[in-house]
């Protein structure tokens, strides 16, 4: 069965940065792509990036510049390096990964971002 399982998540100062880790098991094929989403409290839940295995990216307006999002085609892993986070960032980040035709989510980790 395949499980996919987030890290990296934290409390961080305003202006910092955090990397979060995305981590598929139970499974022998790669990960090919890899998107991130957010539910802050309150809200539904919102698409803030994307990374394809074959090189392709794309982000929402609300993190271009800050985020980035990559896949460690060696490892099968993916990531979300934040920078400049903001007290909007706060929330729930999930990962949901791509693994030959379907799609996997993972439970979530907290990024808290407060002075």
């Known amino acids: 069965q395949v499980q996919v399982v987030e890290s990296g998540g934290g409390l961080v100062q305003p202006g910092g940065s955090l990397r979060l880790s995305c981590v598929a098991s139970g499974t022998a094929f790669d990960m090919n792509i890899v998107s991130w989403y957010r539910r802050a409290q309150g809200n539904q839940r919102e698409w803030i990036a994307t990374?394809?295995?074959?090189?392709?990216?794309n982000y929402a307006d609300s993190v271009k510049g800050r985020f980035a999002v990559s896949i460690d085609n060696a490892k099968n892993e993916g990531y979300l390096q934040m920078n400049n986070l903001q007290l909007e960032d706060t929330g729930v980040y999930y990962c949901k990964a791509t693994i030959r035709t379907r799609e996997y989510w993972g439970q979530g980790t907290q990024v808290t971002v407060s002075s």
């Open positions: 990374r394809l295995r074959a090189g392709a990216y």
